[in-house]
């Protein structure tokens, strides 16, 4: 065959590449593919097939498989600069006579720039080229352009090109679905369309409506995620990279994120992934759920995904948990000993056989500018005994065959299918064949199916949509919910049975998809099913069901706040407890005039609550408040106030007094400093007692503070902490004395409360050239804190004691080598993994969690890092790839105090900053001035006040899988 010829040509080549000292690299030599695959680890009874390499396809970023069983590959030699030049190609090979060789190579288009994402339908070829969603017609499919592309959607970001548009597959439901990563920023509209028309999207995934042109961004959060895929009960799941890798999709829901906040400062809490661990690295691609028909019954429903890192193809199952997943570890179905394979993207074709797509590179890593080979790439296949190639064209299909394609085993035709049937659109004959399958097939798989396919033709009827949300098939209830709620103005008698299903159905994946559906509705049409949600009890631990509940009424509680408190009479589950009072605050900040009456209702409700509602409603309202001054004092308050200050728990107490103190008491003022100076109290009721009167302003605590600060106790890091609010000269003195008396913790509470004004930053200067302060105590993130301040004497002072914070790519590399040098494997090995901890918690646990503990700053380290040379990269070069979340924001109050730090949330009222010590929220009102920094909050260099020894310690540290 012809691509068996190419393998010997295609070895110099690979050969040939050039070594990257820069980047982490496989270090054995490129094989030719047949050699790939022979090496390649695989369960009992499979193997892979070759199907194309080099030269005859390179850098395939995406395919796809259309209704002709054609792969339809997407090349990109762009990659990573974007847009590049207008030179890619999609290229069509085609196995024209069914033996699964795959001998017809050609070009549909030879111009693209920069793309990530492919999909065939609807009479032509989508493709994803930032900044352009485009379409190229063939209406014929003779995979010959009919015509020049159209732009469908612009506005697609760019900044992070292994994280803009990727991925592309048709949903369940008739849409284009596709996912982004976080560190890029896309704002998604029709050509021309104005700035307010259009949808902001980073990390999450979206969809777009090939026939009626909407496009909608389906559920957001998480990281880097690069494709998604649903079993056989329609239940979406994706991987993504560096944060956990597993997350069970659901539409409208907001998910942990890497990074940034989301565009709704509102959603108060996130869900979390449902993965059973981590391995060993963490970049991931490509989304495959096993639908076909040639595997055993134990891998069907399984989830397939890439690990570009380790060389492998996961799979893992899962099992249900409430509404939701929890993943498990199941096998992994390919292990390479070919360090440069890469596979992006498993797929499952008409025979049952999985394609791969692999980039083939010998640098796993985004971070690989300056090595540019781009001649490899390789196409595979998994096969076993079962599969047996066929040629196909579901074109040619009747409609009728086409609806009986709907109960195949192998899902490949039920998805082309059901897209053939949307494009042809709604016939009788066909509706009265997929009802008939919808009402009275025994499986409820296939009565989904159906059910997918008339909804996606438009055909699925007020009368079928009752009817199938009466089903015995708690799937078919829930996806006809779903389908009727799609357009945002399903009928009465469905809003009537919505309510009527949130009240009685027993399935929580039911009220999960319910509540889901909710978000579409009008705000004035939600209340009474919202009602119904929230009083089940049970789902009060419920993975998903207290979120999505929220995420649902946060905006009817914005528009009406009184009927909110109504809402939180009826809840019986804690989030909303919290939740909705904290909104009302936020509303009552914006507006005390449309809050007053619900701030009543508030007060109303406290005075009458048992202590564990009570606590929950006013942790909402402190939080809805956090770093505001004043609340305006609702009528009914002094009334509650009496009652809940005689509250059996003193928590509760505590937080009506910091309420109080908010709404303007005198008495509560006083009350507040009693705790603090009770040296009896609980320190955390002390804490809490301090974080409310610092808010206020309180320069009746000076003196306390400074007392406390001088002398050992619970209260000592809070107080140096808290120093940083007062403008006074002595602050600096006192630190500097009492300094070497302090624990490390304490100490960098005071250099950072030193680094919070110019005139305490001279101060500490000065003290460290009278050796006061050691000068090894100077670390990068504090001189990066010092340069923030923009004074020209301090940075003379850094560049005389500390050195260059941006170092040129000369002296990174420089450093690289010199560190190279005492980092061999043999070394690290024996080194000091315990001491390396606590260099790890003294260095980078400020920012950084690993095995559970540490900050929240900058992403969760999963352990594991073997690699010097990428350890080595990132530590050195943290700016080389920065994401705008990454970035340190430096803020500038009325009274001069400076706060860094990284935007951790922001509202109409308030900001606030992750910094090094804590979280601070800063009023908007109080800021002067509020500059991004474009460098990242991990300073270059992080290594340097260590030494040799110290270093290998925490590279041995940073090796290991579970805390030493």
Partial sequence: MRFRLLVCLSLPVLASAQEDPDRPVARTAALVAEETVARMKLPAGFRVEVIAHEPEVVQPIAYTIDDRGRLWVLECTNYPESPGVAKDKVLVFEDADGDGKFEKRSVFWDRATFSSGIAVGFGGVWIGSPPNLLFIPD??????????????????????????????????????????????????????????????????????????????????????????????????????????????????????????????????????????????????????????DAFPAEWRNNFFFHDVHMNRLRCETFSRKGSGYRSSRKTDFIHSPDAWFRGLSPQYGPDGGVFISDWYDKVPCHQQRAFTDRSNGRLYKIVNDAVKPKAVDLGKASDMELVEMQLHRNDWYVRHARRLLQERGAKPGTVAALEKILFEHPDDTRQLRALWALHGMGALSEAATLRAMSASSEWVRGWAVTCACEQGSPDEAIQVRMRKMADEDESPSVRLRIASGLQKLPLVRRWPILAALVGHEGDDEDHNLPLMNWYAAEPAVAADPVRGVELIAATRQGALLEFVPRRIV?????????????????????????????????????????????????????????????????????????????????????????????????????????????????????????????????????????????????????????????????????????????????????????????????????????????????????????????????????????????????????????????IFVRTCAACHTMFGAGGKIGPELPGSFKDVGYLLQNILDPDAVIGRDYQQTFITTKDGKIVAGVVAAEDGASVTLRTLAESVTVPKTEITKRELSPQSMMPAGLLSGLEEPEVRDLFLYLRQSKNP
């Fill in 139 to 292: 209406r014929d499919g003779d995979a010959v352009p009919d015509g020049e592309p159209e732009i469908v959607l612009d506005g697609w970001g760019a900044e992070d090109t292994h994280e803009t548009l990727n991925n592309f597959t048709w949903g369940p439901d008739g849409w284009l679905y596709g996912t982004q990563g976080v560190f890029t920023e896309s704002r998604v509209g029709k050509p021309g369309a104005a700035e307010a028309e259009r949808v902001p999207v980073n990390a999450g995934v979206w969809r777009y409506h090939p026939q009626r042109k909407v496009f909608e961004r389906w559920c957001e959060g998480v990281s880097n995620q690069w494709g998604m895929d649903w079993n056989d009960q329609g239940e979406a799941f994706f991987a993504a990279c560096v944060v956990p890798h597993m997350w069970h999709a659901v539409e409208g829901a907001h998910y942990t994120r890497q990074a940034g906040s989301h565009f709704n400062p509102h959603v108060y809490g996130d869900i979390r992934t449902i993965a059973w661990g981590r391995y060993e690295k963490a970049g991931y691609c490509g989304a495959m759920v096993y639908l076909g």
């Fill in 586 to 838: 936020a509303v009552a900040l914006e507006d005390s005039a449309k809050a007053s009456e619900a701030m009543n209702g508030l007060a109303r409700l406290l005075a009458d609550a048992d202590s564990a509602v009570r606590g929950d409603i006013l942790s909402g309202m402190l939080e809805g408040a956090k770093g505001q001054k004043r609340l305006p004092e609702p009528a009914a308050w002094p009334e509650a106030y009496k009652k809940i200050s005689s509250d059996s728990d003193e928590k509760v107490r505590t937080q009506a007094r910091e309420l109080a103190l908010l709404f303007g008491s005198s008495a509560a003022l006083e009350q507040l400093r009693a705790v603090l100076f009770n040296d009896k109290a609980v320190p955390e009721a002390r804490r809490e007692a301090l974080a409310a009167l610092i808010v206020q302003g309180d320069t009746t605590l000076l003196e306390p503070l400074l007392k406390l600060a001088g002398e050992a106790g619970p209260l000592r890091v809070d107080a140096l902490r808290a120093l940083a609010n007062y403008d006074e000269p002595r602050v600096s003195g006192i630190l500097i004395a009492v300094y070497p008396k302090l624990s490390p913790a304490e100490q960098t509470a005071a250099l950072t409360t030193l680094a919070a004004r110019p005139a305490g930053i001279s101060a500490m200067l000065a003290a460290i050239d009278a050796n006061a302060i050691p000068k090894k105590d100077l670390t990068p993130q504090l001189a990066r804190l010092i340069q923030g301040a923009k004074k020209p004497e301090f940075d003379q002072w850094l560049a005389a004691n500390f050195g260059t914070l941006q170092p040129t790519n000369a002296e990174r590399q420089t450093e690289i080598t010199r560190y190279g040098k005492f980092l061999g494997e043999e070394a690290i090995l024996h080194a000091d993994v315990k001491n390396g901890r606590e």
